[in-house]
């Protein structure tokens, strides 16, 4: 590289960084300003969830509590922990966020309050699956009883039995007793016990029982084995039609022949039942991310095919008691935004929460970004400027002959290396020309004064 070429790299080198420190210092308040306004905003709306959730589920072994363990790690991989509270059932769950001492939890139909519920922040993410009334009875006892067919088809043929109706914080007891009253029947007309699950069909099997009732998804591994029990029957709900118009969180279904085990032809015809229909319900101060996060893993959750529906008939919001929120309505009904599929949650969610205020912090700042190249301009002049002030000084001391004539004259020379270091862009070249003009003027001027002395004394 000759001096020349080097001369020219090493000045575009020293412009470059001299221009983006200008820029810099001439965009600073800007910047600041709009720094802080979205720091603010970001703290306001607070975008980002906490990374700990605490989920209602239902005893050990239940349907909940399987469920429960899906949730957890489809929010594990977006590093949410999900804390899983074990509990009785859906009306000690629907206690814990009543309480606040969970965030979401699932709760079948006909134990929320909707008035009260809702006044006090209750919200639903979506109704996710069937829960069928299961009445499990001794297969013994419809031919002891001299039932048609041997098969008990109505509550009223519990009358005076050993009856399990599940434990309180379950709510099956309360499901229980809407349905005895609709047959005319009291709680006192049946000899009825609230064991767990488990222990419920131990003593079914055992005989200690007659009958025991549950409510829970076909999931639960005790319903099947209860319905591959060949000691223990399924009551069919024949009048299910009539106790869906009763009860309207009830539902008709049906259990298809031969869907529990087609070899088997098991069950071996079609069984009407009742059900209700659980919902994910979540807290209104539950994080909007969480919300959306839980609505978005019970669609990979819940949306296949079951016993009693078809694929994608979960989850839906048709069925839900309370109101459903917004996160609950747009993962279920809506269609995910495009950067959904290539950012990730963290990142997306980022975006969804805080566009609004980036888009209104750019519409604010389009007209003060105006002050920016005049703020960038005087920058760039002042350098060129500002030493002026001493190049009126000289020719100040010049006009007066207050100063040294040597003096001044490598005062001069020290301002003319000084502009041979200033770097600006093309566009500012001729102040700085200017300048160098200027020096060169004044250093002639001062020269000239200089001479005249020495040719009068010549003469």
């Keep these: 590289m000759t001096p020349i070429q080097q001369w020219h790299a090493t000045r575009s080198l020293r412009l470059l960084v001299q221009t983006l420190r200008d820029m810099m210092v001439s965009m600073g308040p800007l910047l600041l300003l709009g720094g802080g306004l979205l720091i603010a905003a970001y703290w306001w709306l607070d975008p980002q969830p906490p990374r700990q959730v605490r989920l209602a589920t239902g005893p050990a072994g239940s349907a909940y509590a399987g469920f429960g363990e899906g949730y957890a790690k489809a929010l594990a991989r977006e590093s949410i922990q999900v804390v899983l509270i074990a509990s009785e059932g859906a009306q000690d769950d629907l206690a814990h966020l009543r309480a606040g001492t969970a965030d979401v939890g699932f709760v079948r139909g006909g134990m929320a309050d909707p008035v009260a519920d809702t006044e006090a922040g209750i919200v639903s993410l979506g109704s996710l699956f069937y829960e069928p009334i299961w009445i499990f009875y001794r297969r013994d006892l419809g031919i002891a009883r001299r039932q048609p067919g041997g098969e008990l088809q109505r509550l009223t043929q519990l009358r005076g039995l050993r009856v399990n109706v599940d434990q309180d914080g379950s709510g099956v007891p309360a499901i229980v007793e809407k349905l005895l009253a609709l047959n005319q029947l009291k709680p006192t007309d049946l000899r009825l016990s609230n064991l767990a699950p488990d222990a419920a069909g131990a003593a ?70 009742l059900a209700t229909t659980t919902a994910l319900l979540a807290r209104e101060q539950t994080h909007p991310a969480l919300r959306q996060l839980f ?110 004539r040597e003096a001044l004259l490598d005062e001069l020379d020290e301002l003319d290396r000084v502009t041979h270091r200033i770097a600006v862009p093309l566009s500012y070249a001729e102040e700085l020309y200017a300048l160098r003009n200027n020096i060169y003027a004044v250093r002639k001027r001062l020269l000239a004064q200089w001479a005249r002395p020495i040719e009068g004394a010549g003469r």
């Design 204 to 273: 079914l099997r055992e005989g200690r029982l007659d009958a025991a009732v549950l409510i829970s998804a076909p999931q639960a591994g005790l319903i099947r084995s209860l319905l591959r029990d060949p000691a223990i029957a399924l009551m069919a709900f024949e009048q299910s039609e009539a106790y869906s118009r009763h009860l309207p969180f009830l539902s008709a279904v049906t259990l298809p022949r031969g869907v529990v085990d087609l070899a088997a032809d098991l069950p071996p015809h079609d069984v009407p039942l």
């Design 295 to 404: 609505a978005q893993a019970a669609l990979g959750q819940h949306s296949e095919a079951g016993w009693f529906n078809g694929a994608r008939d979960f989850p839906n919001t048709r069925t839900s008691e309370l109101p459903v929120s917004a996160e609950g309505d747009r993962a279920i009904n809506g269609t995910p935004p495009a950067w959904a599929r290539y950012l990730p949650f963290w990142a997306g969610n980022l975006l969804e929460r805080m566009w609004l205020v980036v888009g209104g912090l750019l519409v604010l700042m389009l007209p003060l970004s105006r002050v920016v190249p005049p703020l960038y301009t005087f920058r760039v002049r002042s350098r060129v400027f500002r030493w002026y002030a001493r190049l009126r000084e000289v020719e100040a001391k010049l006009e007066t002959g207050t100063g040294e």
